[in-house]
């Protein structure tokens, strides 16, 4: 979910998203959070589908689970092209991708999985409904969150046969990415994920659009959110008073200036007490981080 307010909080510091040319991430290695393209797909594998052949199947067999399984067989190949055929276009234009997946998700985050399960469950009772309503687009979006798995697994296929390095992060691939930027071993991560700045990365592309033959790239550096916001322990305790996956619900009560005076005034002895949250942003262990390089290089 990323943090809580995160966009608000920039806005009013002042804190500016850049937007420059492709050529200004030449011969760099970029970090691909590979799940937030997966996510924000759905609605533009809609033009590419026949919606009449779904209603037609449905009018014939009245058959959720068949329909589902065909909706899913029949948009499943076009998300993964969509995201293989970026990733080859911006390899070919002289960007060095490193695609990152989730790992095993973090015991802390038990609130947030429990909630996305939530999520999933709801979803497939939404999903009967929408059926019989012909919802195609809705479906389509339903589905991807509840059967990302299989797309997973043709990505990684397909990125080892064009020789694209593929990671698995230990736990979330934002902050595996974050790690490595921060190490030096990438120049930053396409991820719409602001976990990513709290996890001590350097360069958070948020956005990557096709126009006019080439790309754009939107992103925003951590070194801009220092000086106008708060330094790097602070902006830790700020995302964890507003919420993240960690605290979804942050602090009740405590807005976006209130969690900014609060985070400043807090003691060193309160810092010490905080140590074990700290230590979910700061693992930063040299021999993980050595085996990921090597697998990139």
């Known amino acids: 979910m990323g943090i809580k307010y995160f966009s608000k909080l920039l806005k009013m510091y002042d804190v500016k998203y850049h937007k420059d040319n492709i050529s200004h991430f030449s011969d760099q290695i970029i ?12 609605h533009i594998v809609m033009k590419d589908i026949d919606v009449n052949e779904f209603i037609d199947f449905y009018q014939n067999t ?64 939404d999903i009967k409904d929408a059926f019989e309503r012909f919802e195609i687009g809705n479906i389509i ?28 992060a230990n736990h979330d691939a934002e902050e595996l990415c974050a790690i490595l930027d921060k190490k030096g071993i990438i120049d930053g991560t396409w991820t719409k994920d602001s976990d990513y700045i709290i996890f001590g990365g350097r360069t958070q592309i948020t956005d990557i659009k096709r126009e006019n033959g080439s790309y754009t790239f ?34 009740y009560g405590i807005g976006i200036k209130k969690a900014k005076e609060y985070c400043e005034n807090i003691s060193e002895i309160d810092k010490e007490e905080l140590a074990d949250i700290f230590n979910i942003f700061y693992e930063n262990n040299n021999s993980i981080t050595s085996y990921y390089e090597s697998l990139i290089y």
């Open 31 to 42: 970090g691909v959070d590979i799940m937030i393209p997966i996510y924000s797909l759905a």
């Open 141 to 168: 979006r339903k589905l991807i969150v509840i059967k990302r798995k299989t797309i997973y697994f043709k990505i990684y296929k397909d990125m080892k046969a064009e020789n694209i390095p593929v990671l698995i």
């Open 62 to 125: 009245r058959d959720v689970f068949l329909l589902e399984n065909f909706i899913w067989i029949s948009i499943e190949d076009i998300v993964v092209n969509i995201i293989v055929n970026k990733l080859k276009g911006l390899k070919n234009s002289g960007i060095f991708p490193v695609v990152v997946f989730d790992g095993i998700q973090r015991k802390e985050k038990g609130c947030t999985l429990k909630n996305r399960n939530k999520t999933i469950n709801k979803n497939r009772a």
């Open 218 to 251: 939107t992103y925003l550096l951590s070194s801009e959110i220092y000086n106008k916001i708060a330094d790097y322990e602070i902006l830790v305790l700020i995302g964890i008073v507003l919420g993240c996956d960690f605290l979804p619900k942050g602090v």
